[in-house]
């Protein structure tokens, strides 16, 4: 089993945000903003979903990492850190889901 977590690809993708644009994919996104970030995480998306309906479980791994890859570029995009994330998802836990959704509804 990998060591590598979110936070370790969350660390690369602000170094290569860092970096300059022709050095770097992620720079090159980011270049071009959030909405091209979202319309890619999007694509992303839709990928994984098709691929998760298909029979091979390769293309569904390979596919998931791209949509975790352009979520975290779409988050950087927007200045959101994954530990605030990670936060709202602890919050969530302490209830079912079935509570912690009709508790949004009433937000």
């Known amino acids: 089993m990998?060591?590598?977590?979110?936070?370790?690809?969350?660390?690369i993708i602000d170094a290569r945000a860092a970096a300059g644009g022709e050095a770097s994919y992620t720079r090159k996104?980011?270049?071009k903003g959030p909405s091209q970030c979202a319309k890619k995480m999007g694509e992303e998306a839709v990928e994984t979903v098709i691929a998760a309906i298909g029979e091979d479980r390769e293309n569904l791994i390979a596919e998931?990492?791209?949509?975790?890859?352009?979520l975290?570029?779409?988050?950087?995009?927007?200045?959101?850190?994954?530990?605030?994330v990670e936060a709202?998802?602890?919050?969530?836990?302490g209830m079912s889901g079935l509570e912690e959704k009709a508790a949004r509804k009433k937000d």
């Open 88 to 93: 709202t998802l602890a919050k969530r836990t």
């Open 64 to 70: 998931s990492a791209d949509l975790l890859f352009h």
């Open 29 to 31: 996104l980011l270049d």
């Open 2 to 11: 990998s060591r590598f977590t979110l936070h370790d690809l969350a660390a």
């Open 72 to 84: 975290l570029v779409l988050l950087k995009s927007r200045d959101v850190r994954l530990d605030e």
